[in-house]
């Protein structure tokens, strides 16, 4: 069964920059993705980026793109998702998800195994 485990959270003020982190185990690189959710309190969650495992290419949300960068360390099963200029809006629990079948477009991942989250708060 895979597993993932984030780390990297925590508070910033707006403008700053933290980069999250997400191990995994047991992930099928051939066909998988790795994807970064958040959930805002009172909000819903919603997809922020994804990679492929076998190339690296990646889709973000649009309030994001050019803010956060999305990469993987294969050797070392890990993908970092490195976030800059961060606004307030940015608060939430962030989650990594194991995508079994791949990046689709990022308002339809679901993701097939989750890590416990990480709570990044953005103060202005």
């Known amino acids: 069964q895979v597993q993932l485990a984030e780390s990297g959270g925590g508070a910033v003020q707006a403008g700053g920059s933290l980069r999250l982190s997400c191990t995994y185990s047991?992930?099928?690189?051939?066909?998988?993705?790795i994807a970064w959710f958040r959930q805002a309190p009172g909000k819903e969650r919603e997809g922020v980026s994804c990679i492929t495992m076998k190339d690296g290419s990646t889709v973000y949300l649009d309030s994001v793109k050019g803010r956060f960068t999305l990469s993987r360390d294969n050797a070392k099963n890990t993908v970092h998702l490195q976030m800059n200029n961060l606004k307030s809006e940015d608060t939430a629990v962030y989650y990594c998800a194991a995508d079994l079948t791949g990046c689709g477009p990022i308002r339809t991942l679901i993701g097939d195994y989750w890590g416990q989250g990480t709570a990044v708060t953005v103060s202005s």
């Open positions: 047991r992930l099928p690189l051939d066909y998988s993705a």
